[in-house]
């Protein structure tokens, strides 16, 4: 069955530090990954995604991610975490169904702490 | 500048009432969305169209309907409203060329006493 994990329910980090929030996927064929992050009442944003090309990908507010094709990984990075980059964030995966289908699955999602 | 927006924000409504939900973009995409989210679940596919008149069940569709008689409209209808569709409802939209690249309306919460 093709899904999405993120294991962590929560990470806390120190404002400053790297953060790391992680994901893995199983998927049949080359993956398609993204990362959306959800602010408090808001609706989802996207942040970057993975489609082929260089292992690690670059997006807004300063994050980027790492595919690592033999660890089926996704990890969702930051150099040096802010207060403001707490919020709730969703690894996905597209499917491979058949016929025309064009869908994602998500990840539960992994709500990051940033403490000043 | 385009959007996509969503109404109402909140509702309350009572158990077998039918209600509909509105969903409303500006940035002419052919794709769009119907999603609900619930502790413990993440997001849910309820309906997606790919474009006019087009409509499709996603994973969680019982209960749920869906038309799609121009670009910019999607609204979803819950039947007859039961307390399992107490949750948030997130409206997407999506571009041809980049299909999972997907805006977000602000959700709509719903709660069915």
């Known amino acids: 069955a093709q899904s999405v994990a993120q294991p962590e329910d929560q990470v806390n980090v120190a404002e400053g530090n790297p953060l790391t929030v992680k994901c893995t996927y199983s998927?049949?064929?080359?993956?398609?990954l993204f990362w959306y992050v959800q602010y408090p009442n808001r609706g989802l944003q996207f942040l970057l995604k993975y489609i082929t090309g260089d292992n690690l990908v670059k997006g807004s507010y300063g994050f980027e991610a790492e595919f690592n094709k033999s660890q089926t990984s996704f990890h969702l990075k930051k150099p040096s975490a802010l207060v403001s980059d707490s919020a709730l964030y969703f690894c996905a995966v597209r499917t491979f169904n058949a016929g025309n289908n064009r869908k994602l699955i998500w990840g539960l999602g992994t709500s990051l702490a940033v403490n000043p | 500048d385009a959007e996509i927006t969503q109404s109402p924000r909140h509702k309350i409504t009572e158990t077998g009432r039918q209600v509909t939900l509105a969903c409303h973009q500006t940035?002419?995409?052919?794709?769009m969305f119907w999603y609900r989210q619930d502790l413990g679940h993440g997001l849910r596919l309820i309906h997606y169209s790919y474009g006019v008149q087009d409509t499709n069940k996603g994973e969680v569709s019982d209960g749920y309907s869906v038309s799609r008689s121009n670009t910019e409209d999607l609204p979803l209808t819950l039947e007859s409203a039961a307390s399992s569709q107490t949750s948030v409802y997130f409206c997407?939209?999506?571009?041809?060329?980049?299909?999972?690249?997907?805006?977000f309306g602000p959700g709509t919460r719903l709660t069915v006493t």
């Open positions: 997407a939209s999506s571009p041809d060329n980049d299909i999972y690249e997907q805006y």
């Open positions: 940035w002419n995409h052919n794709n």
């Open positions: 998927v049949s064929g080359n993956p398609y």
